[in-house]
């Protein structure tokens, strides 16, 4: 437990993707304190390279748990999952959960044995990936998409609300090729996806299954935490720290509050809202 005996969370994501990770945390553990770490001043994370991205993240979250102990640490990104993680285990004094794509229960699931992977562009590259497949994918045929611009287009959407459906189509274009049509399992390998969830569906038809890992991750910290009570009740709410600039309208800090974060910190200065 933390100095003070709650329960607490950081998490961290290079943007608010790693919302969707939260809220499946949030209904298995309510009465869990979570505090977020949103790196958006290096958003997106895929365009750092390895040794950047984990020196980066290693310092980001040393300062954040000296400053604010906690019991755990969610790496609420699938991208610095596949790269980080090591090194965080060894710099941080706690527990510290990962992102895994769920090829694993879409592969088990495919009827048609066709199934997708849509990440970023470096997490389809990544070994992590390739070896998932081979172990739990290897009787499937398996479309990677390496999605440029989608976090960014989810970002935007959960900010205001809008979509370029013309964008979204570019980005999903080769999921829709006819060589793929039988695809019926739909791996979304980056946190912010299951944002546009909706949209996505849309797109490629009610025949096609969207799979996330936010549940698998809730139940991998329930275990890790092992505490009973955390079932029940409500958290008094955690801190929701931004890197870069923030926009302070009413409306994003509202958006905020209701996903549970009770303080609002922003930039190096550490502005509160």
């Known amino acids: 437990m933390t100095n003070k005996g709650y329960p607490a969370i950081w998490l961290l994501d290079s943007g608010i993707g790693g919302l969707t990770i939260s809220r499946a945390i949030r209904r298995r553990l309510p009465a869990l304190t979570q505090h977020y770490m949103a790196d958006s001043a290096a958003f997106p994370y895929g365009d750092l390279g390895a040794e950047a991205l984990t020196e980066r993240v290693c310092d980001l979250m040393a300062r954040a748990v000296a ?3 906690v019991d755990a640490m969610v790496v609420a990104c699938n991208t610095a999952s596949t790269v980080v993680l090591p090194a965080l285990r060894a710099r941080l004094p706690m527990p510290v959960v990962g992102v895994v794509p769920a090829i694993r229960p879409a592969a088990s699931a495919s009827r048609s044995g066709v199934i997708g ?12 990936v390739a070896t998932l497949i081979e172990r739990f994918a290897g009787h499937c045929r398996v479309l990677k998409v390496g999605a440029p611009g989608l976090a960014a287009l989810a970002e935007q959407h959960w900010r205001d609300g809008t979509i370029d459906p013309q964008a979204l ?3 999903l274009s080769p999921l829709l090729a006819p060589e793929w049509c039988t695809l019926d399992q739909l791996v979304l390998g980056c946190t912010h996806y299951p944002l546009l969830k909706e949209d996505i569906q849309a797109q490629l038809g009610a025949h096609v299954r969207l799979v996330d890992s936010g549940e698998a991750v809730a139940r991998r910290l329930d275990e890790v935490l ?34 549970g974060f009770r303080d609002i910190v922003a930039g190096q200065e550490g502005r509160s809202w």
């Open 117 to 128: 992977v849509l990440a970023t562009p470096g997490t389809v590259r990544s070994a992590h």
């Open 169 to 171: 189509a570019r980005e």
């Open 67 to 69: 400053d604010c102990p």
């Open 226 to 259: 092992a505490a009973p009570s955390l079932r029940q009740g409500a958290s008094a709410g955690g801190r929701f720290h931004v890197t870069g600039a923030l926009d302070n309208s009413a409306g994003l800090v509202a958006r905020l509050r209701a996903e």
